[in-house]
T-cell receptor, first 116, second 109 residues
Framework: SAVISQKPSRDICQRGTSLTIQCQVD?????MFWYRQQPGQSLTLIAT?????????ESGFVIDKFPISRPNLTFSTLTVSNMSPEDSSIYLC?????????????FGEGSRLTVL | GQNIDQPTEMTATEGAIVQINCTYQ??????LFWYQQHAGEAPTFLSY????GLEEKGRFSSFLSRSKGYSYLLLKELQMKDSASYLC??????????FGDGTTLTVKP
């Protein structure tokens, strides 16, 4: 299993500003992902955070808007840049770790961002 | 690409059995997962299927038919605390998981 700490847990941000979300895992993991969950909706994968190389972004998400760092196997950051109200969402860090079955995902508690 | 369909909402009575269906069309398949998400909380793992058949885990069971692109989650002896959103997710290539829109289950007394 894996225990994931995310911060901030919530924040209210002004339009045009940027915010960095941190994700700390209690063990070394290879696969780390960032998801977005908009109100009342399911999870959408933003990118895979790769250790030592650039993140792999999904369609509709770009590095300039969502820069990601992964300096080691236990830590990652996601920055939401030049925010607009449409970026109001919950951002979740997730890792793949040994659990009941291969590929099981563990999630952080999420960072709830409100952009005014 | 990935396409995952599940019902938006379901309602059931405490003590009853409910089945939540999930159909998927994916370009790669490395397992199907069910997660539970209570309001305001992060998703937590419930079950995993990679081979056809039924996996039982206490009050929860999950079934998979790869040829039909179909899975279901079966919840028995429903309790009020089972009121939550249930997410069907397919793990594809490169370890990435794609989630369905979730089924909101309401358990009534």
């Amino acid at each position: 299993s894996a225990v994931i700490s995310q911060k901030p847990s919530r924040d209210i941000c002004q339009r045009g500003t940027s915010l960095t979300i941190q994700c700390q895992v209690d063990s070394q993991v290879t696969m780390m992902f960032w998801y977005r969950q908009q109100p009342g909706q399911s999870l959408t994968l933003i990118a895979t955070a790769n250790q030592g190389s650039e993140a792999t972004y999904e369609s509709g998400f770009v590095i300039d808007k969502f820069p990601i760092s992964r300096p080691n196997l236990t830590f990652s950051t996601l920055t939401v840049s030049n925010m607009s109200p449409e970026d109001s969402s919950i951002y979740l860090c997730s890792v793949e770790a040994a659990g009941t079955g291969p590929g099981e995902l563990f999630f952080g508690e999420g960072s709830r961002l409100t952009v005014l | 690409g990935q396409n995952i369909d599940q019902p938006t909402e379901m309602t059931a009575t405490e003590g009853a059995i409910v089945q939540i269906n999930c159909t998927y069309q994916t370009s790669g398949f490395n397992g199907l997962f069910w997660y539970q998400q209570h309001a305001g909380e992060a998703p937590t793992f419930l079950s995993y299927n990679v081979l056809d058949g039924l996996e039982e885990k206490g009050r929860f069971s999950s079934f998979l038919s790869r040829s039909k692109g179909y899975s279901y989650l079966l919840l028995k002896e429903l309790q009020m605390k089972d009121s939550a959103s249930y997410l069907c997710a397919v793990r594809g290539g490169a370890g990435k998981s794609t989630f369905g829109d979730g089924t909101t289950l309401t358990v009534k007394p």
